[in-house]
């Protein structure tokens, strides 16, 4: 039915739609509160959100942290997605094998000044976690 402006039915089916897609677990019901769901299943909340509003640029600040190894791969894989579906996706990362993963290009900022810009293709982890600490190329 509807409350003032919204219709529960619209907005528990949406809420569905996106438990399945996302694969989100609620332990009890959709219409269970974000901040009462696990770490993993909030940052698939919080993925499922930004994925479905199609951001021209997505912005993840250590997106898998703290995360269990399975909700951590479900992360890279939609961002990963992103990138491919031609989105920008800037990625903060201090886990390397996640941004090899995931990145185009690695701007490494130390001091707060961007020190490298790098292709991952050409570059490894020990070399940016070199400049990542201050050293030079």
Do not use: H
Not at 69 to 92: C, D, K, S
């Amino acid at each position: 039915g509807r409350c003032g402006l919204l219709s529960w039915k619209k907005i528990n089916d949406y809420a569905n739609r996106q438990i399945d897609k996302y694969d989100i677990r609620p332990a009890r019901s959709a219409l269970q509160r974000a901040k009462e769901l696990s770490g993993g299943n909030q940052q698939k909340v919080i993925v499922a959100r930004t994925v479905e509003q199609e951001p021209d640029l997505l912005l993840a600040c250590q997106p898998t942290r703290g995360l269990d190894v399975g909700a951590i791969e479900y992360v890279r894989q939609a961002l990963v997605q992103q990138r491919n579906q031609g989105r920008a996706v800037l990625l903060i990362s201090y886990e390397l094998d996640e941004v090899f993963d995931i990145a185009d290009r690695i701007n490494v900022i130390y001091n707060g000044r961007i020190v490298a810009d790098l292709d991952p293709q050409t570059t490894d982890e020990q070399a940016v976690g070199l400049l990542m600490a201050g050293g030079s190329q």
